[in-house]
């Protein structure tokens, strides 16, 4: 089975070497509060808000970059995981590549709805950029755990 869409198996490794630090970043950013932003650079910027809340449109401002640049690493590196074959991809991977991804968006904007339900104000909004993440999130983690219980379940056949 040939799969276009699927990048090179070797892209994998640079995926997981993108990934877990910027996850670990991520996670610690997430959690702790620091007076001063780790990167702040001169930025283009279609929208953002200025001073008494006077949108400016397609200007340069001053940022803290911190939360993108983690972000777009985290994003690529999961996108690389999640999208490059596996060594020996075949019809099984296929298929599971696919429930996987049907469960990932499933179970993804089944914790949306929830949220919609039970979550209020600020922390509304930290959910959903929270929710940005989960569906590469839920199917890597259910890709790679249904890969790993099958072949499990092989060696112990033969």
Avoid: Q
């Avoid at 630090?21 to 001169?42: Q, R």
């Avoid at 999640?82 to 991804?101: G, M, P, Q, V």
């Amino acid at each position: 089975m040939s799969n276009k869409l699927l990048l090179p198996n070797r892209y994998k490794k640079i995926g997981w070497a993108i990934l877990i630090p910027s996850t670990i970043l991520g996670v610690i950013l997430a959690f702790h509060e620091f007076g001063e932003a780790w990167m702040h650079a001169p930025v283009f910027a279609m929208a953002n808000d200025g001073i008494n809340d006077n949108y400016k449109y397609f200007t340069v401002s001053d940022a803290n970059i911190t939360n993108t640049v983690i972000g777009l690493l985290f994003i690529i590196g999961a996108m690389l995981v999640s999208f490059s074959k596996e060594k020996t991809e075949d019809e099984f991977i296929a298929e599971i590549r696919l429930s996987s991804l049907l469960w990932a968006v499933c179970v993804s904007y089944i914790l949306l709805l929830i949220a919609f339900v039970f979550v209020y104000g600020s922390p509304f909004l930290d959910v959903m950029v929270y929710n940005m993440f989960t569906v590469l999130i839920i199917f890597i983690i259910r890709f790679n755990y249904i890969l790993y219980k099958n072949t499990k379940t092989a060696a112990n056949e033969k």
